[in-house]
């Protein structure tokens, strides 16, 4: 594609984008992530050779570029995949992550989990089969995690002789439904995978399609403006004291600013004590900044001599979080023990852990129709709900809608440790 | 991009340093993984960023195989001395010693596997709590389905099957007495990230890793150097040649690149059309289709 991929010039330019891809087995998805790394030279020969003689073991006569990704041992017995596999590759404009994940409704969680940090979200159709009740799930789920844009490419487009009337009935199809979800950004690609038609190069089969290909869109599709650059929310992850002569009386709040820009002599305020203050320096190993911005992890000093500790939010004083005990939001459910109404369990959010306790569901969502479930209210694994919890302590909060990093939090079963949940908190009306 | 916007090399070193952080927040008593190679130095100096102007709060531990390339050693020592940060070292002659495990024979002895139960003794013995490792996703396959945040139970054993998942920026290292946690900083880094982030910091790194004359011979496609420990088949033959490390392992494992690059600018090119991945070059993946996962199940790196 590119000879001077990633040199040594220019990659100080390079944007960071994660999308995910969902799908089964059958509808491309592998052919279509293996011919991203092909074609951007991202699969190395070692790794072909290795596909190769995997393939030919179990009695393939093409290399299974899904053996690239299904990189389990039980993963590769099955010839399914199980868990979130995180791919990379680069083109000289931007470096990729996919979280690559399984399709099938038992694997509800790990698509939530690979959809919690991405970007962007590839949803495949297979232009035979047009819009299918994975299709409606895939989309929801992208829709409730917020992945700001959605970019549906109908696959195989060979197998239907690249038909233009069928691929316009398939996106009226999509179009019928897409307006009951929440999707700020949604755009459709007839490509195929196997063949390559619009994936990186644009299809001589389809003149009648004028619109960018996959790989375009995903270098060049505008994503810095999805930041939140207006709530400036800074949790405190750590207190940083060198206690040596040099910085005697230094007190760093090192984190990661969750949201919004702060600047040095911004008036800000600490939660949960109240109290105010004034940015006086924000710190990092190379430099001193004047401001600083979401995601940097830097750390941060202020002017008074506050009782500042892990767990508290930094905001700017005029511009302040929610702030409340009773929480509502959608959950979905991880674990095989279902949800407890009535139960206690561990809440991360931020970096705070306080407790809580469930206190309702709501509903449950049908995610193959969308409809809500007000009678069965049991949530068992890959369930998905609107539920209300009570915490021990007030969270500083802002709706999921508006700010990903404060408005989602992870309960944790308090006797296992393990996590059994992940929430998106909507506001409170 | 636009003004407020980072380029992918700080977007990682920031998701990096926040790792550190969370590390040294839940945790009691963490252990950076420290082999001398070049992602240990880069994991190190992102540790530097996150608790700077205060030194870095987490020991090290390097697991050693006795089979150490010398600059390597020289480099973790100076390190050490520079940086004012606590070593613990773990010696694989020791768990051979005491009779735990046993060497193994032939010309590819290697000291690979050995080194998992010398980690977790030292792990027991010193009670980490969490240890810090530079393995990164886009190495190898098994890696590839690792968390940021990897819970071990109490034989230090990885269940790749039933890992707690990651969401967002919210990582769970709860645990119960006895278990512990890997915790990877350098997930999402790849092999050109680790250079190009080495380049724009400026990162010392040991000279191995740029062209020098080495006495080397070729097994199995692999140019390895010759040691004492190292056995040449009848029809191997020592050479001098100009060559560099595109990883350190130990000396048994390392297979050396031929190649003139004296500076990372010309490292990072070469990096950018190698057409083989630098685990390619060793020997201990080689050994079978899961042989990581397998050696991971059992606590290694």
Not at chain 1, 41 to 61: L, V, W
Request: with cysteine; proline share 3%.
């Amino acid at each position: 594609m590119n000879d001077n991929n990633n040199n040594s010039n220019g990659y100080l330019d390079m944007e960071l984008m994660r999308f995910t891809t969902a799908g089964s087995v059958d509808d491309g998805k592998s052919t279509l992530i293996g011919r991203l790394l092909y074609d951007s030279k991202s699969i190395f020969e070692d790794q072909i050779e290795a596909i190769e003689t995997a393939s030919k073991n179990r009695g393939k006569e093409e290399a299974d570029l899904a053996l690239l990704t299904d990189g389990l041992r039980a993963e590769r017995e099955q010839g399914i995949t199980i868990d979130v596999a995180y791919r990379y590759f680069a083109t000289p404009k931007r470096k990729f992550i996919i979280a690559d994940t399984p399709g099938h409704i038992q694997y509800t969680r790990n698509m939530v989990t690979g959809a919690s940090t991405a970007n962007l979200a590839v949803i495949l159709i297979d232009a035979r089969n047009g819009v299918v009740e994975q299709t409606l799930r895939h989309t929801y789920i992208a829709s409730l995690l917020q992945i700001p844009h959605i970019v549906v490419c109908i696959n195989k487009m060979d197998l239907i002789d690249y038909n233009e009337k069928k691929y316009h009935k398939i996106k009226r199809h999509f179009m019928e439904f897409a307006p009951k979800l929440d999707i700020k950004d949604i755009r459709f690609i007839p490509i195929s995978a196997l063949k390559g038609d619009n994936v990186v190069d644009s299809s001589k089969k389809m003149e009648w399609y004028t619109g960018a290909t996959l790989m375009h869109v995903l270098e060049n599709i505008f994503i810095s403006g999805d930041s939140n650059y207006v709530d400036a929310r800074f949790p405190v992850q750590y207190v940083i004291r060198p206690q040596n002569n040099k910085y005697h009386d230094y007190r760093g709040y090192g984190g990661r600013i969750d949201g919004g820009i702060f600047r040095v002599g911004d008036k800000v305020k600490i939660l949960p004590s109240g109290f105010e203050s004034e940015i006086k320096s924000i710190d990092t190993l190379n430099e001193s900044l004047e401001l600083a911005y979401a995601p940097q992890s830097v750390s941060v000093t202020i002017k008074d001599d506050i009782d500042i500790s892990r767990g508290d939010m930094i905001v700017k004083s005029n511009n302040l979080p929610n702030q409340s005990q009773d929480i509502t939001a959608m959950i979905s459910w991880f674990h095989e023990r279902p949800l407890i109404v009535g139960g206690k369990y561990s809440l991360r959010h931020t970096t705070k852990d306080i407790r809580c306790m469930v206190k309702e569901v709501r509903f449950k969502m049908d995610i193959n129709t969308l409809e809500r479930n007000y009678d069965d209210k049991t949530i068992k694994m890959n369930d998905i709900a609107r539920i209300h919890i009570r915490t021990t302590q007030p969270l500083f909060y802002d709706s999921y809608r508006r700010n990903r990093n404060t408005g989602s939090f992870i309960l944790i079963d308090e006797v296992t440790n393990e996590t059994v949940g992940a929430g998106m908190i909507i506001e409170r009306i | 991009m636009n003004k407020y916007n980072l380029n992918h090399l700080r977007e990682l070193e920031a998701e990096s340093i926040f790792i550190f952080r969370e590390v040294a927040a839940q945790f009691d008593n963490p252990v950076i993984l420290f082999s001398g190679g070049k992602d240990s130095i880069v994991m190190f100096h992102l540790a530097r960023k996150a608790f700077h102007p205060a030194k870095v709060p987490i020991p090290l531990l390097h697991i050693d195989t006795g089979h150490n390339f010398k600059e390597t050693l020289k480099f973790r020592d100076d390190l050490v001395e520079k940086f004012g940060v606590k070593l613990y070292v773990g010696s694989v002659q020791k768990t051979i010693d005491q009779g735990k495990v046993q060497e193994e024979t032939g010309y590819n002895a290697s000291r690979n596997v050995l080194q998992t139960t010398t980690l977790l003794d030292a792990i027991e013995e010193h009670k980490f709590d969490a240890a810090i490792g530079g393995g990164r996703r886009d190495e190898e396959k098994a890696r590839a389905k690792e968390r940021f945040f990897s819970y071990r139970d109490e034989f230090g054993q990885w269940d790749p099957k039933n890992q707690r998942p990651e969401l967002w920026n919210l990582f769970n290292g709860k645990k119960r007495m006895g278990e512990h946690f890997r915790v990877f900083p350098l997930s999402n880094w790849t092999e050109l990230d680790v250079w190009q982030y080495i380049f724009m910091e400026n990162i010392e790194i040991p000279s191995i890793y740029f062209t020098h004359k080495r006495e080397v011979f070729k097994r199995d496609g692999v140019w390895l150097a010759t040691a004492s420990f190292m056995t040449l088949k009848p029809d191997e033959k020592a050479e001098v040649l100009d060559v560099r490390c595109r990883t350190i392992g130990d000396i048994t494992n390392t297979g050396l690149t031929l190649s003139k690059a004296d500076n990372l600018k010309d490292i990072i090119d070469e990096i950018a059309v190698v057409r083989t991945t630098e685990r390619g070059t060793r020997f201990d993946d080689k050994r079978s289709e899961t042989a990581m996962e397998d050696r991971k199940k059992e606590g290694y790196f």
